[in-house]
Every structure is written in structure tokens, then in C-alpha cells.
Nanobody, 120 residues
């Protein structure tokens, strides 16, 4: 069994910062690409950023220059530093990862999400 657990969400004023974490646990052999997605009320889930195992990153235009994705492979953990937050950044943030199990089977896993609320 593999689980992804997000943390770090909360309420912040516009212009503020939050740092999200996503920890993977279980029978993990290797974690390949990891991603952050978010879903605002009444909207479809959208991709925010991703990071390859080697550290290559990519960002949605809406967060470029404000958010920074990173990971610690030794800790099976991914982070999302969010600065200059805007009300439109609010929503549930999900992490997802392509994980190779110790059985050598590769699967995509999703976390349960962490709520980010940005007030005016």
C-alpha cells in the first residue's frame, strides 16, 4: 500500500505565503514525476506544477514566478512554496505521483488534498 498525504494548507491573506508538503509512504521502490493540482469550488481540477525525479520543473502560467515546486527524494516528499497568493489561488490542492512499487509495478497515486483559502 502507498499513501500520499498533503499538509500545510490554511487561511492566508492575499499577498501572503504558504508551504505545502506531500509525503509518500508505503512499499515504494522509486518515485518518478510528482505534480501539484488544485480545484476551486465549481471549477475543474487544474494542473499547477510538476517536478521530475531529477529536479526539472514546470509551472502553469498562472503561478509562474510566484510558486516554487521542489522535492526531497530521500524523504519521499514534495513541496510547493506559494508566495504572493491571490484569492484565485484558493482551492483544494492535491499531490500526485508516479510511483514504482517494490514489486516493480508503476502506478499513479493521488493524495486526499489540503485546503488553501486566500482572503482579500
Amino acid at each position: 500500500q502507498v499513501q500520499l498525504a498533503e499538509s500545510g494548507g490554511g487561511l492566508v491573506q492575499a499577498g501572503g505565503s504558504l508551504r505545502l508538503s506531500c509525503v509518500a509512504s508505503g512499499s515504494i521502490f522509486r518515485i518518478n514525476a510528482m505534480e501539484w493540482h488544485r480545484q476551486a469550488p465549481g471549477k475543474q481540477r487544474e494542473w499547477v506544477a510538476d517536478i521530475a525525479r531529477g529536479g526539472t520543473t514546470d509551472y502553469a502560467d498562472s503561478v509562474k514566478g510566484r510558486f516554487t515546486i521542489s522535492r526531497d527524494n530521500a524523504k519521499n516528499t514534495m513541496y510547493l512554496q506559494m508566495n504572493s497568493l491571490k484569492p484565485e489561488d484558493a482551492g483544494v490542492y492535491y499531490c500526485t505521483a508516479n510511483i514504482v512499487l517494490d514489486t516493480q509495478i508503476s502506478r499513479i497515486y493521488w493524495g486526499q488534498g489540503t485546503q488553501v483559502t486566500v482572503s482579500y
